[in-house]
């Protein structure tokens, strides 16, 4: 792009004004030294000391699975206490059953293992057989057929000769009483005595929930109840339908799984069943888990190779069911957790806590989400792990445009335009950017490059949009919508600046798509030399657009100059304001940098506009106005003759 402008000097930057931008000083640097220290110390007191936060951990996850049923006893006019009591001993009953049966299945499979092996060797025999003499399979069961025949000839060649072989010596050291108390009953006694501590744990956590509510909301901030409890009731809401959902998903999960295993014939169907429902309590890896152990039995058990496809087959129409029709119906509202961080966090509680942790990670993870979506020191967590945007939609469009990524800056302007105008996404994305971006400049923190390549990929995307507005006026037309434009010729001109010029080009498309015949200048063609050359007879209105919230009054006087070339034309000011929404997003909290003064407004409407006006709305509705053209009264050249001959 030609700019033929010089440039103004660049205005050195004011601090305060950074501090007012990003909202305030802790916002600016949410990560600290002193905070990853925290962080660091707490993650190493947890890892160490596991055998404590762990069945602590497990016991608070239970507390907010259980705490529904236990209000729900209560509010029939069941006691505290009682209730309380009926609803851990019912659900560890249950869990103490489902290991049982497990335990029994396990025996029972155990003691059929040795009948599968001659099925192992045929379908092994068969694979090697059929495979041709050049394949990898064949090269590998013939190399592993002579290692075995060379080891067993040497055996028997040693045995012939009467050669003693080398024995293993182990010194075995005599046990005292506690020792072997140590070594036999310890190992028992540990995963019994943890069991027990959680039950007696979630048994007083359920008996004092209101008052372990209000310890926490001392601890954390009794000045702010309201923030606090919305804590707390979310975080019980979220972890609680995650787990009770999840439960629901996994036996519609396993029901079938376990019914289809013993229709083919896969010994012990009722532990794979069970094991399936609780392995998908593991994030994404689940699944596969639970599938393969089946998948090796029906290879063990079967002759032929039917029940290998049926398993699969059962697997992957289940899981196809599940995952796409069930899972998004049961799960109305998400975790709150992005994918990603689901894996993450999967990796790091594994790390820490082992398999229990891999189970606990997506709970966990859900409870620092929610305290740092409303507590405002950890809101690290929410950044990091939520599954909701960080940077409004305005801002993200202008760090894709600083960053010159045509192609996400207009795919992502395709996703949005999929649920909203064209005319909507420029007042509530496109502008906003820009207002941002002159922002920046006006701070001295965007360089000369960076903006020549934000215009560049703005004026790109505004281009690869283009289409979307004929395809919004047909749609209209279509609809039978009204649209504004019909009938009205728009010219739509940058006021001082590139960045005007690009809010102009917007514009012009955005009057097009409400059936106008709408052109682009830029800011360039505003002298007269140049204004009488672009043909302004062939339109009824001009709109002047300004992304600077306090434009110049000598940028402003073009409006004087344009009526006096062209009184025929009605022409507008459009000085944009960054829309409330926008303002009020944590990282547009910019103070007044983008409110508009009424004072402005009316000084383009002294100097002779139409109208001036700083919403999109507002400048639809005057635009679109079928009024006379004001007249203003010429500034005659002998008066300023007279003046200057009284000065002399």
Not at 140 to 155: K, Q, Y
Not at 379 to 404: C, K, M, N, S, T
Not at 591 to 606: C, N, P, S, V, Y
Request: charged share 20%; proline share 5%.
């Amino acid at each position: 792009m030609q700019h033929e402008a010089k440039r103004l000097p660049t205005p050195r930057r004011d601090p305060g004004d950074l501090m007012r931008y990003n909202g305030s000083a802790t916002t600016a640097r949410r990560i600290s030294v002193p905070t990853l220290a925290t962080i660091a110390g707490v993650v190493a007191i947890v890892y160490f000391a596991q055998s404590v936060f762990l069945p602590l951990a497990i016991a608070m996850l239970l507390t907010f699975a259980l705490s529904p049923l236990a209000t729900w006893l209560r509010k029939l006019g069941v006691p505290n206490l009682p209730a309380v009591l009926i609803v851990v001993t019912v659900a560890f009953a249950l869990v103490c059953l489902f290991v049982l049966v497990v335990a029994t299945q396990l025996t029972t499979l155990a003691s059929n293992l040795p009948t599968f092996q001659a099925n192992i060797i045929s379908k092994v025999e068969a694979l090697r057989n059929a495979s041709s003499d050049t394949s990898l399979l064949r090269r590998l069961s013939n190399m592993i057929a002579a290692i075995n025949a060379e080891v067993g000839a040497r055996d028997t060649s040693a045995l012939a000769r009467d050669v003693v072989l080398p024995l293993k010596v182990e010194v075995i050291e005599q046990q005292g009483i506690i020792g072997m108390v140590q070594s036999l009953v310890l190992p028992l006694v540990s995963p019994i005595a943890t069991t027990g501590l959680v039950i007696v744990v979630v048994v007083f956590m359920l008996l004092e929930r209101t008052e372990l509510r209000d310890r926490f909301i001392k601890l954390v901030g009794s000045d702010d109840l309201h923030r606090t409890t919305q804590v707390l009731q979310e975080a019980g809401r979220r972890v609680g339908r995650y787990l009770l959902i999840q439960l629901t998903v996994n036996i519609i999960y396993a029901v079938p799984i376990g019914v289809g295993l013993w229709l083919i014939g896969v010994p012990n169907a009722l532990l794979w069943g069970l094991l399936t429902l609780v392995l998908r309590f593991v994030p994404y890896i689940g699944s596969i888990l639970s599938a393969a152990f089946p998948l090796f039995l029906a290879f063990a058990v079967s002759p032929g190779w039917e029940a290998i496809l049926w398993t699969l087959a059962l697997f992957g129409v289940v899981e196809l069911v599940t995952s796409n029709v069930i899972e998004p119906w049961l799960y109305g509202s998400r975790t709150g957790v992005s994918p990603l961080a689901i894996i993450v966090s999967a990796i790091f509680w594994t790390w820490l806590w082992g398999p229990m942790g891999l189970i606990l990670s997506t709970p966990l993870t859900v409870c620092l989400v929610v305290l740092g979506r409303h507590i405002p020191q950890f809101e690290l967590f929410d950044i990091l792990f939520g599954d909701e945007p960080v940077l409004a939609p305005h801002a993200r469009l202008y760090q894709r445009l600083l960053a010159g990524d045509v192609l996400e800056a207009t795919s992502r302007a395709d996703e949005a335009l999929e649920d909203m105008y064209i005319g909507e996404y420029y007042r509530d994305v496109g502008i906003p950017a820009l207002l941002i971006a002159h922002h920046d400049k006006r701070r001295g923190v965007l360089t000369h490059e960076q903006e020549d390549r934000l215009i560049f990929v703005a004026e790109a995307m505004v281009a690869d949009l283009a289409e979307i507005a004929e395809t919004d006026a047909a749609e209209k037309e279509e609809e039978e919508e009204e649209k504004h434009g019909e009938g009205f010729s728009v010219l739509c001109m940058g006021g001082r600046t590139d960045l005007d010029d690009v809010s102009a080009l917007m514009l012009a498309q955005t009057m097009k798509a409400e059936g106008a015949t709408a052109a682009h200048n830029p800011h360039n063609d505003l002298p007269l030399a140049r204004f009488r050359n672009i043909g302004a007879d062939q339109y009824d209105c001009l709109v002047l657009s300004y992304v600077d919230p306090s434009p110049s009054r000598a940028s402003l006087l073009h409006i004087r100059r344009i009526k006096q070339a062209a009184p025929h034309l009605r022409v507008g000011v459009a000085i944009w304001e960054m829309p409330k929404d926008a303002q009020n997003r944590a990282d547009a909290r910019t103070g007044d940098a983008f409110t508009i003064a009424e004072a402005k407004l009316q000084e383009a409407r002294d100097i002779g506009a139409d109208f001036a006006v700083k919403s999109f709305e507002d400048l639809m509705r005057e635009t679109f106005k079928k009024d006379t053209p004001r007249t203003i009264a010429p500034v005659h050249s002998h008066i300023r003759r007279g003046a200057f001959r009284t000065a002399r």
